[in-house]
């Protein structure tokens, strides 16, 4: 004996079924990703999606990257800063900057835990490549790179060189960044690919920044 709910279904796809149709022939629009082979036009627009997302961008030169994420750190007031286990600017920043711990990615998850989640400001870690095409950056995790270093933190702060920006996502596969992963042969386990704060509009589709990892995203980009 059919249930009262197997009845109701069966009566949705009833109608469904005898609904009349209508087979539609449009073809598809024409679509291709953007590319430029200009550099500045690459940069421009890396910089003008990411700043639509809401992405905070500090603009510096190859010879004042230290200069300027310990001045993002100071303005900021972070007390408590996660680098990456071999990363040397937790160093530099322990120098430059008296009043932040500066802290490194060497333990387990499950060490680092408190610290990680309950203590820590902002992370920092440089960026091996980012498509201009959607404003994006790319980061392939691993023990050195451990993927809640940037997606924990209330505050990530990310270094990128402007020569490391490529067009698109296809382009970005035929990188050496792509390439120096491994991917050709054995590859990681994971790709980060961070377009901006994290968001939602979960609840009453009402935009909300940081509800499942950063509120905040600096971008220091670097000229060279």
Request: charged fraction near 20%; include cysteine; hydrophobic fraction near 40%.
């Amino acid at each position: 004996m059919k249930t009262q709910s197997q009845n109701a279904r069966a009566v949705i796809f009833g109608k469904l079924n005898a609904a009349p149709r209508t087979q539609k022939n449009d073809e598809l629009p024409e679509w291709y990703a953007w590319s430029s082979d200009d550099a500045q036009m690459r940069v421009d627009r890396l910089a003008k999606c990411m700043n639509a997302s809401h992405t905070e961008i500090i603009r510096t030169d190859k010879g004042s990257i230290e200069t300027a994420l310990a001045e993002c750190i100071q303005s900021n007031g972070f007390e408590k800063v996660l680098f990456s286990k071999n990363s040397p600017l937790a160093e530099v920043i322990a120098n430059q900057c008296p009043e932040t711990t500066a802290l490194k990615y060497n333990q387990t998850m499950e060490s680092l835990k408190s610290t990680l989640f309950q203590e820590v400001d902002a992370s920092v870690n440089v960026i091996k490549a980012a498509i201009a095409d959607t404003g994006t950056l790319a980061i392939v995790t691993g023990e050195d790179e451990p993927r809640a270093l940037s997606l924990v933190p209330p505050v990530h702060i990310a270094i990128l060189r402007e020569s490391d920006i490529v067009s698109n996502f296809s382009e970005l596969m035929t990188s050496p960044f792509w390439k120096d992963a491994g991917w050709d042969t054995e590859p990681p386990t994971n790709l980060v690919l961070i377009s901006g704060p994290s968001k939602t509009a979960d609840i009453q589709q009402t935009l909300a920044y940081g509800a499942h990892g950063p509120k905040r995203l600096v971008l220091i980009l670097v000229k060279e």
